[in-house]
C-alpha cells in the first residue's frame, strides 16, 4: 500500500498502539513522518481493560526454551465448525505461531490445569520429546498469564479487523490468522522493540526474512483477482473479492469463499475506507481469560472457560436459495450439493412416486427444478444441504394433474398459548420434524391421530389433544410443537410416532417454524426473527447503512397524488411481504408502518422506497429486540385480556381511521392486528366501538381455544381508553348520537349485557395497542417495548 497516513497504517497493521507505530516510522520501516494519531473508536470499544494483577511468571533466555499454551473458545462457531484457537507463545521471542523448521525442541512446556492437555497420548509424546509439562493449580489462569494475556491480546486484534473490514463473524478464524501474522510482525517491547520474526531470522530460526510492511493490504479490502478456471472464454478474466491475509508469493492468495462473495463490498479507494461503528462483532463470544503480570483482567461478563460450554450468541448464517447451475459451479460446495440431490431421488423412488422414464413423444411434460437450501442451527452453522425437486405449479391442469391441495398449517396465535403455558404452568416443550412428509400415504379424507391417542380441538384443525388433555400438539405441515407435563408421556407419543415415521425430536428447541428460541434462566423464553431481519437487510443493499432507533415520524398519506419517481414494483412488493410477517409474528411495533407502506404495492414512488429503508434501518438498529413469554406477576389478574385502540380520520387523504388491538395471554402478547377502516367514522366514539367490535370477536375465539385445552376460564376483559366507546358499550339503548352506529357493531353491548364480557376503561398511556395506530417517538416507542414484552436480547428479563 502507497500514500497512506498515520490512521491508514494504524488500520492495516490491525490498530497497533501508537508507540509501536512511532518506532516502525523511526526505524524507516515504514516512510513518512509520523504524527499521533486521533482516538479510534474501534480501539476505544475493543481495548477497555480492567486493572493489571501483578504477579512475578516464568522467564525464558533463549528461544524455544519456555512455551505458554493455551486453548481459547470463540463463538459462534466457523462453517467447517471451528470453534477453538491453540495459543502457542515462546517465553523469549514472544512468537505465537511456531514453525520449528530446524528441530529445536522445547524444554518445557507451561500451561494452567484446564484440563485440555491431559490427554494421555499427549503426555506420552511430551514424555518421548523429553519435554517437562509444566501446570498451575486448577481455577488459577494467573499462573499462566503470559498465553492468557496473549489471548486478549488476540481477540482484540480479531476484533477490531472484524469490525473495519464488516466480514461476517462466522470468519473469525480469518481474522485470527491474519491477526496471528500481524503480531509477529510488529515490535514488542520485551524484546527491544524486534518483531519475533525479526528475532528468530536473526538466530537463524526461521530461514525467510520478514515480510515487509509495504506489501500488506488492510483485512478485507476489495480487490479484483484473476480467475484460474474460465467457463468461457467470453467471460470476465477477473472478479472481485476480499483479501483476507498475506501469503508468500501473492498479496491475496487467501480470499473469502464463493458462496459469500455476494456480501456487500467496500468501494475501491486510493486510501482506507474510514472506519465503521462496531456493530458485526457485537455476539462474538470467547473463553474468559484472567491476565496475571503485567496483564489485564478482561470485562466480559459473558465469558467462559474454554472447558466449559458458553452462552451461545446471537449469530445469522444467510442460506439464501441456491440455484443449481450456482450449485455446480463451485468446487467446494458441488460435492456436498450433489450429494443432497442423490438422496432426494433415493427417497422419491423409495416411496415409490414414479420411475425414470424417457422423454415422451406426445403429452404434456411437467417442467420442474432443484430447490436447494442450506440448512443451519441454532448456533448459525451449516449442517445440512437440502435439495428437492419441485414441478411448476403453473404447468399443472386442475383435474388433470391434481384435484385438492390441502397441508395443515397451525395457527400462529395457538403456538404463542402454548409458549406461554410452558412458562406459566411448568409444561415441558418438545419439537419433532418428520422427514419428506409430503412423501407419506394417499389419501382423500381428513384424518385424526387416532393411533397415537390424539383428537383434534374445535377452535383449531392443526391442534391435537390427548384423552386428558395433558399433552397439547402444534402441527405446522410437518413441523411438530408438543408440551405436556409429564416427559414420559411425551416421549412414549414420540415414540409411538417414530414407528410410523422417521422423524427428528429435540427437547426446548431453539429453532422452530422461522422463529428463534431462546430459554433463560427465569424461565422466560424469548421469540426472534433474526435470519429473516439479515435476509432482508441483504436483500435490499442495506448492510452498509447506518442503523436507526425511531420508527418514520411522518405520515405518508399527505398527498391524493404521489408526483415521485416510479420504482420497481417487485423488490419493494417483496420486501412488503417479508416485512408483514416479521410484524405478524415478532415485531408489532412496526405493523403500523407496514400496513402504510402495503398500500402503495401496485404502484410504489422513490418516497414511499425511502420510507421502506427507513423501516430496514430501523430493523437494523432494534436487530435485538426479542418477543419475551414471561410468568404473570399479578396470579389475580384476568388470564385473557383485549386491548383495542384507535386513531381518528388518520389518513389525510380519505379520513379514515386507523384501529388496531393486542391479545395477551398471563399477560403475554400473542396475537394483534391493525388495518384501515373500510368505512369513514363520524366521531372517535364511533371508531373506538367499532374496534372494540373486532377484537371481541378474537378475543372470544381464544377462549374457546383455552377451553379446549382444559383451561377454566374466566369472561375475559376488554381494555378501551375511551369513554363514550365504554359507555355506549354498557347502556341498554342508543341515544340520538349514537343511533348511526350499525347494527353489526352492538355485538359488544350483547356481550356486555350477558355478562360473558368485562369492559374496562384504561388511561391512554397504558393503552398497549397505541404503536398499532399511529406513528410514536421514540419515548413513546421505548414504553411500547415495555408494554409488549419487547426486550433486548442482552437486557434484564
Not at 526454551?65 to 495459543?87: F, M, N, S
Not at 405446522?476 to 409429564?486: A, R, S, T
Not at 416485512?579 to 400496513?595: E, G, K, S
Request: glycine share 6%; proline share 4%.
Amino acid at each position: 500500500m502507497t500514500n497512506t497516513n498515520v490512521k491508514d497504517w494504524h488500520t492495516i497493521l490491525g490498530h497497533p498502539s501508537d508507540s509501536y507505530l512511532k518506532h516502525l516510522f523511526k526505524e524507516g520501516k515504514i516512510k513518512g513522518k509520523f504524527k499521533p494519531s486521533k482516538d479510534c473508536q474501534i480501539c476505544q470499544k475493543a481495548k477497555i481493560q480492567n486493572r493489571p494483577h501483578n504477579r512475578a511468571l516464568p522467564s525464558s533466555t533463549t528461544v524455544f526454551h519456555w512455551l505458554h499454551t493455551d486453548t481459547l473458545e470463540i463463538t459462534p462457531a466457523t462453517e467447517q465448525g471451528i470453534k477453538y484457537v491453540l495459543v502457542i507463545v515462546d517465553g523469549y521471542a514472544f512468537v505465537n505461531e511456531l514453525h520449528n523448521k530446524v528441530n529445536v525442541t522445547p524444554a518445557f512446556l507451561h500451561t494452567d490445569r484446564g484440563g485440555e492437555f491431559d490427554l494421555t497420548s499427549f503426555q506420552q509424546f511430551l514424555f518421548n520429546k523429553v519435554i517437562s509439562l509444566k501446570q498451575g493449580p486448577a481455577d488459577s489462569p494467573q499462573t499462566n498469564g503470559v498465553s492468557e494475556r496473549f489471548n486478549q491480546t488476540l481477540l482484540t486484534k480479531i476484533f477490531c479487523l472484524l469490525a473495519q473490514s464488516k466480514i461476517p463473524i462466522w470468519l473469525w478464524n480469518e481474522a485470527a490468522n491474519h491477526s496471528s501474522l500481524l503480531l509477529n510482525l510488529l515490535p514488542h517491547k520485551a524484546i527491544g522493540m524486534n518483531s519475533p520474526y525479526e528475532v528468530l531470522y536473526l538466530k537463524n530460526m526461521i530461514l525467510e526474512a520478514p515480510i515487509k510492511l509495504e506489501r500488506l493490504m488492510p483485512f478485507g479490502l476489495k480487490t479484483t483477482v484473476h480467475v484460474q478456471k474460465m467457463l468461457s472464454k467470453l467471460a470476465l478474466r477477473g472478479e472481485t473479492l476480499r483479501a483476507l491475509t498475506f501469503e508468500k508469493y501473492s498479496d491475496i492468495d487467501r480470499t473469502i469463499r464463493q458462496d459469500v462473495v455476494s456480501l456487500p463490498l467496500p468501494v475501491v479507494r486510493d486510501h482506507l475506507p474510514s472506519i465503521p461503528a462496531i456493530s458485526s462483532v457485537d455476539n462474538i463470544e470467547c473463553s474468559n481469560q484472567q491476565d496475571t503480570g503485567n496483564t489485564n483482567e478482561t470485562t466480559q461478563s459473558n465469558v467462559k472457560r474454554s472447558r466449559r460450554k458458553g452462552n451461545v450468541p446471537d449469530r445469522v448464517l444467510l442460506a439464501d436459495l441456491v440455484t443449481y447451475s450456482k450449485a455446480m459451479n463451485y468446487p467446494i460446495k458441488s460435492k456436498r450439493w450433489k450429494e443432497a440431490m442423490d438422496l432426494e431421488f433415493e427417497l422419491l423412488t423409495s416411496h415409490n412416486t414414479g420411475e425414470l422414464v424417457p422423454y415422451p413423444k406426445d403429452g404434456k411434460v411437467i417442467g420442474g427444478m432443484w430447490r436447494s437450501t442450506k440448512k443451519c442451527n441454532e448456533y448459525g452453522e451449516v449442517y445440512r444441504y437440502k435439495a428437492r425437486w419441485v414441478v411448476f405449479g403453473n404447468h399443472q391442469e386442475h383435474l388433470l394433474h391434481y384435484f385438492d391441495t390441502w397441508a395443515s398449517v397451525g395457527r400462529n396465535e395457538s403456538f404463542k398459548v402454548m409458549v406461554s403455558l410452558v412458562v406459566n404452568s411448568n409444561y415441558i416443550p418438545y419439537q419433532f420434524d418428520i422427514e419428506t412428509a409430503f412423501l407419506h400415504g394417499e389419501m382423500d379424507t381428513t384424518f385424526t391421530l387416532t393411533k397415537c391417542g390424539m383428537t383434534k380441538a374445535k377452535s383449531d384443525d392443526s391442534l391435537y389433544l390427548n384423552h386428558d388433555k395433558s399433552l397439547i400438539l402444534h402441527m405446522h405441515i410437518d413441523d411438530g410443537f408438543l408440551i405436556g407435563k409429564e416427559d414420559s408421556t411425551i416421549k412414549a407419543f414420540v415414540s409411538a410416532l417414530s414407528k410410523d415415521f422417521s422423524l427428528k425430536s429435540k427437547v426446548k428447541p431453539t429453532q422452530h417454524l422461522g422463529y428463534k428460541l431462546e430459554w433463560y434462566h427465569d424461565g422466560s423464553v424469548g421469540l426472534s426473527q433474526p435470519d429473516l431481519i439479515k435476509k432482508l437487510i441483504h436483500d435490499n443493499d442495506m448492510d452498509e447503512s447506518r442503523s436507526l432507533k425511531t420508527l418514520c415520524n411522518g405520515n405518508l398519506m399527505t398527498e391524493i397524488e404521489d408526483k415521485g419517481e416510479v420504482v420497481a414494483i417487485t423488490p419493494y412488493q417483496q420486501a412488503i411481504g417479508s416485512l408483514n410477517y416479521l410484524a405478524q409474528h415478532t415485531r408489532p411495533d412496526i405493523m403500523f408502518t407496514v400496513n402504510q407502506l402495503s398500500r402503495y404495492s401496485t404502484k410504489p414512488t422513490s418516497r414511499h422506497w425511502t420510507a421502506l429503508k427507513h423501516l430496514l434501518r430501523y430493523l437494523k438498529g432494534t436487530m435485538l429486540l426479542v418477543l419475551v413469554f414471561s410468568k404473570a406477576k399479578d396470579k389475580n389478574e384476568t388470564p385473557l385480556a383485549g386491548w383495542a385502540d384507535a386513531d381518528y380520520a388518520n389518513d389525510k387523504i380519505d379520513r379514515k381511521s386507523i384501529p388496531g388491538y393486542v391479545i395477551t395471554f398471563l399477560g403475554n402478547p400473542i396475537c394483534w392486528w391493525s388495518k384501515k377502516q373500510l368505512v369513514v367514522t363520524q366521531s372517535t366514539t364511533e371508531v373506538e366501538f367499532i374496534v372494540m367490535n373486532v377484537c371481541v370477536k378474537q378475543l372470544l375465539w381464544t377462549s374457546y381455544l383455552l377451553t379446549d385445552i382444559g383451561l377454566d376460564m374466566v369472561k375475559p376483559v376488554l381494555y378501551n381508553d375511551n369513554s363514550g366507546a365504554t359507555t355506549i358499550s354498557k347502556q341498554a339503548s342508543l341515544n340520538a348520537n349514537t343511533k348511526h352506529i350499525e347494527v353489526q357493531f352492538q355485538y359488544v353491548r350483547d356481550l356486555v349485557m350477558k355478562r360473558q364480557l368485562n369492559l374496562v376503561q384504561v388511561g391512554s398511556g397504558d393503552m398497549i395497542a397505541d404503536v398499532l395506530t399511529k406513528p410514536l417517538g421514540l419515548q413513546k416507542l421505548t414504553e411500547v417495548y415495555q408494554q409488549l414484552h419487547l426486550k433486548g436480547i442482552r437486557g434484564v428479563l
